[in-house]
């Protein structure tokens, strides 16, 4: 998409109202997720990848980039690809070969489709079943099966794949159990070994963990854990029937590490002051691959990704790949590797890349933004003292290539994102979101506040017990530094985010004279009721954030905003999906309901068939538009070619 220079050229100076290219419909479509990569085929001479399609609901087809370049979709509409294990899911599909095995995100059974063919179920009905993390190792379909019980219980199982040549389908064999969470399962090359990460309620996996390892010959059981448990290690790999590599933080970084099972020694591999790791949020995450020869391509972040390949000798040469944010080492064959990561202007890529000539990379997947880069901010990194120390964020000033001669005098109103988790990570990514707004003179500050991944175990351990106090504390410093600054106007910011991210907006709005407006997408507002609420994988989380129940019951009730609904005198507009079973509708309703019984402006958006974070096209188009008018109407201007949004 292109607009003539002229027809952008802002002809008002007033924040906000500047003319821009990107229109909430090409932003929500310009953006597709990347659900993994591999190497596929009979002769592996293939690349598969899954990737969502907003203009279809959102759902998840598969695609071939075949030997010759052409590109094919192998799940066809209505098949979705899609895992609700731990219900953010993850690995939702693995190749055999020409072979593709899902899970149906309707039935949450795994499927077999061969070339020519239909999709043939793999395991038997069951609505309490769930299965993710799909891997094919040794001939093995190995998955992580979530059975929806009371209690709900996780193993590590075997698929038969007889029923992909119409025997029909066959009850899984469990490989491994005895935790209340499994991830990563790992076949030795001579199959006699498994591998995985384990570990158990109250702890996520990035606070302790474990990796353990079994005898396949032996009953399934917990095996026997080869880390102290005090650590979180993530991706065990064997390099041979006898050393497994693995990610691990023992020293504060995720940092490789290499175990000799038969000497039982752990050595260090090139170790830095970075994270080749992450938020095991979705299953079947990959931060780094061994290469044929030995060496390995892994991702590195401090602030932001860095790919780099590591020599025998512990060297690190960077490969020239586009990517900031979210890389992973998607799969690995020879010397090369699939990387999926965002662009610097924020668009999710595939590469196919050559460690010995990273120069000939193949973009597979992704394409360049549809409006002029001109109107792509550039991040510039922030780090400012807060008072628990440093806070690191990115900063998108107002961007327009007309805009120096004709912008106001005045700083320029700011919006601040809050990722959610609250263990995410930002990466200076300038996202086709950050864009719209940027472009219309509106500047987006994005915080890394405490507890975000990305700096080590001691920056994402500070909101410790501290939930809602020290990631207040911390965007409110970097608001404050740059307002001082005179980079941005203190009295036009508005504070926005989703999940745990919406929990620091009602935190910061109900708790703080610093934001104007706040924008909470599927925000938590009552902690004790996310806690009866909220699913398995998350129901003890709050242990670590708050503090555990119900000896901690009194600090719940203090920190949630919902206790004091007297202090909601902010603007606020609410968004939730009516699917959502991480922060049900109840919390944003009742949000509501606090701000119209104290006459505070609200909007309440419920997106039908949304769940814990939106998908579909029309959905993200809405919202984009519902955003920038509450904006407008709160900050005092109109914004172009968007409708008004009514405020009750």
């Known amino acids: ?48 990848w899954g990737e969502s399609l907003p203009d279809e609901g959102g759902r998840i087809a598969v695609r071939a980039r075949g030997a010759d370049g052409s590109v094919r979709t192998l799940l066809p509409a209505p098949w979705n690809a899609r895992s609700r294990v731990h219900e953010y899911g993850g690995g939702a599909w693995a ?64 698929i038969p794949m007889t029923g ?12 491994a159990t005895g935790s209340d969470f499994l991830a990563h399962p790992a076949l030795s090359p001579d199959g006699g070994r498994i591998a995985w990460i384990a570990w158990n309620h109250p702890d996520m996996p990035w606070d302790r963990a474990e990796l353990r390892i079994a005898g396949l010959g032996a ?31 023992p020293d504060g970084r995720w940092n490789l590490q290499r175990h000799d099972v038969a000497s039982g ?3 260090p591999v090139a170790a830095a002051d970075a994270d080749t790791g992450g938020p095991l949020w979705v299953l079947g995450s990959r931060w780094f691959g061994p290469l044929e020869d030995g060496r390995i391509v892994a991702v590195r972040t401090h602030g932001g990704d860095e790919v780099v390949v590591l020599a025998a000798d512990g060297s690190a040469r960077p490969l020239p790949v586009d990517v900031v944010a979210a890389a992973a080492i998607e799969d690995s064959s020879g010397t090369e590797v699939l990387v999926t990561g965002t662009t610097r202007d924020g668009t999710p890529a595939l590469w196919l890349i050559d460690a010995d000539a990273p120069e000939s990379a193949v973009r597979i997947a992704g394409d360049t933004p549809p409006w002029p880069a001109a109107f792509t901010p550039v991040a510039r990194p922030v780090t400012v003292d807060g008072p628990h120390g440093p806070v690191h964020a990115f900063d998108f000033p107002p961007t327009h290539p007309d805009a120096p001669a004709s912008a106001p005098q005045e700083p320029p109103p700011y919006v601040v994102f809050v990722h959610g988790g609250p263990t995410a990570h930002v990466g200076g990514a300038a996202s086709g979101k950050i864009a719209y707004l940027t472009s219309r003179g509106i500047g987006v500050l994005d915080v890394n506040y405490g507890g975000s991944t990305g700096y080590g175990r001691a920056y994402r351990e500070r909101l410790r ?18 307002g001082a600054e005179g980079r941005l106007d203190p009295d036009r910011v508005a504070i926005a985010g989703g999940s745990a991210g919406g929990w620091t907006v009602l935190r910061a709005v109900s708790g703080t004279e610093v ?58 507009l609410l968004e939730q999906g009516t699917e959502d079973a991480v922060v049900p ?52 201007f109109t914004p172009r070619d968007v409708p008004p949004l009514a405020l009750d």
């Open 465 to 482: 017990g501290a939930w809602g106090i020290v990631d207040v504390d911390d965007v409110v410093a970097v608001v404050r530094a740059l």
């Open 585 to 636: 509708p109840s919390q944003s309703e009742a949000v509501r309901d606090a701000l119209a019984a104290a006459g505070v402006p609200h909007a309440y958006l419920l997106f039908d068939g949304e769940g814990h974070g939106f998908r579909r096209a029309e959905t993200i188009e809405r919202a984009l538009e519902a955003e920038l008018a509450f904006l407008g109407a709160v900050f005092g």
């Open 95 to 158: 190749a055999d070969g020409d072979v593709l095995l899902f899970v149906e995100k309707s039935d949450q059974r795994i499927y077999a489709l061969a070339p020519g063919s239909m999709p043939v179920a793999l395991t038997p009905e069951d609505p309490r079943v769930r299965f993710g993390g799909l891997s094919v190792q040794n001939g093995r379909l190995l998955a992580v099966r979530e059975v929806v019980d009371s209690p709900v219980r996780r193993d590590i199982v075997d």
């Open 164 to 175: 992909a040549s119409g025997a029909g389908a066959a009850a899984p064999a469990v490989l």
């Open 265 to 267: 020694t752990t050595t």
């Open 1 to 48: 998409m292109s607009t003539p220079k002229e027809d952008i050229a802002p002809s008002s100076p007033g924040w906000g109202t500047w003319p821009s290219p990107l229109d909430a419909r090409t932003v929500a479509r310009s953006s597709p997720r990347l659900e993994g990569a591999q190497f596929a085929g009979s002769r592996r001479d293939e690349v598969w």
């Open 219 to 249: 009953p399934a059981g917990a095996g026997r854990a080869i880390t102290d448990g005090l650590s979180s290690p993530l991706q065990p790999t064997w390099l041979d029937d006898g050393t497994l590599l693995y990610a691990d933080d």
């Open 515 to 572: 934001f104007a407006a706040g924008i909470s997408r599927y925000g938590v507002a009552d902690l004790r009721l996310l806690a009866a609420e909220t699913e398995d994988f998350e129901s003890r989380y709050l242990d670590g954030l708050v503090g555990p129940l119900p000896e901690a019951e009194a600090r719940y009730i203090e920190l949630s905003p919902l206790t004091r609904p007297e202090d909601f005198r902010t603007p606020l």
